[in-house]
């Protein structure tokens, strides 16, 4: 069977001949016992994994069923489907015609199984996700003390922070830095993301690295968002490196996040 007669019978399958394609076709299966149950085989098989007529279970809406159903609406599915039926039928003609409903229902088998493997394998997710997900800057401690009320200036940066309005927080802690006694580690924090989130990521290590290495009772925190920081620069060894060293010790910052993330990572 050669390949334009593959290519005729699941058009003509399809129902996308003209007319007098169809005819011929028709003509042809009359006449020829080989090209008719080339054309069974197929139509068999369509049956099974067609567009329209495939089934799993009443309950279409579930969410599983749809992708299933695009998946099998897919041109990749089509092409496997495709291909399957042509290895199939090829061996079955060796075979002498012995075993066709198991090649059969082998082939359909092998398609869902893949399909299985698509819907189902995990993929990885990727480093920038990862960091999105585990930056959680809610937790940070807040710059402004309480029942202070002239630091409005750390609760201008704040607001500024928590807006997302970096460049402008920056401006107002770097001046602050200079300046206050305590909460220095938490600036520093803030200082070190908010330059992480611009895309600064020198400067970003820089303030991390100034944290870790103070006296701060906060330094090891420098530690989880530094190894943010390779994670969001694609920089997996180096995270990698600063991640093994948290999950090292249950009471460490963010052990238990660090050892999910080497998992991920």
């Known amino acids: ?23 011929e076709v028709l003509q042809k299966i009359e006449l020829d016992e080989s090209f008719r149950e080339k054309v069974n085989f197929e139509k068999q098989l369509l049956f099974n994994l067609n567009d329209t007529k495939w089934s ?57 199984f893949l399909i299985g493997l698509t819907i189902f394998s995990p993929f990885k997710t990727s480093t920038e996700e990862l960091y999105a997900n585990y ?9 402004v003390n309480r029942g202070n009320s002239d630091q409005k200036s750390l609760i201008q940066a704040q607001k500024l922070f928590e807006a997302r309005e970096y460049n402008q927080s920056l401006d107002i802690l770097k001046k602050e830095l200079s300046t206050v006694q305590k909460n220095k580690a938490t600036i520093y924090l803030y200082i070190g993301i908010s330059q ?18 103070s006296k701060y009772i906060d330094a090891p925190k420098g530690t989880w968002y530094k190894a943010l920081l390779y994670i969001k ?12 060293e948290i999950a090292k010790h249950p009471n460490n910052y963010k052990s238990k996040e660090a050892s999910e993330l080497l998992d991920k990572l």
């Not at 930056?135 to 710059?143: H, K, M, Q, W």
């Not at 620069?233 to 093994?244: D, V």
């Open 1 to 23: 069977m050669s390949i334009e007669e593959d290519i005729l019978i699941k058009n003509f399958l399809r129902d996308t001949l003209s007319d007098e394609e169809r005819n």
């Open 56 to 112: 799993i279970g009443t309950n279409t809406n579930h969410e599983e069923v749809k992708e299933y159903e695009e998946l099998l609406k897919s041109e990749s599915t089509k092409i496997l489907t495709d291909t399957i039926s042509t290895v199939n039928y090829k061996y079955q003609l060796k075979q002498k015609r012995r075993g066709k409903s198991w090649l059969l229902y082998t082939g359909i088998a092998v398609v869902l």
């Open 135 to 143: 930056l959680n800057v809610s937790e940070l401690p807040s710059l």
């Open 196 to 213: 992480m989130e611009l895309g600064q990521f020198t400067k970003a290590e820089i303030s991390f690295n100034t944290l870790i290495e």
């Open 233 to 244: 620069q694609n920089n997996i060894e180096k995270a990698k490196e600063l991640l093994s």
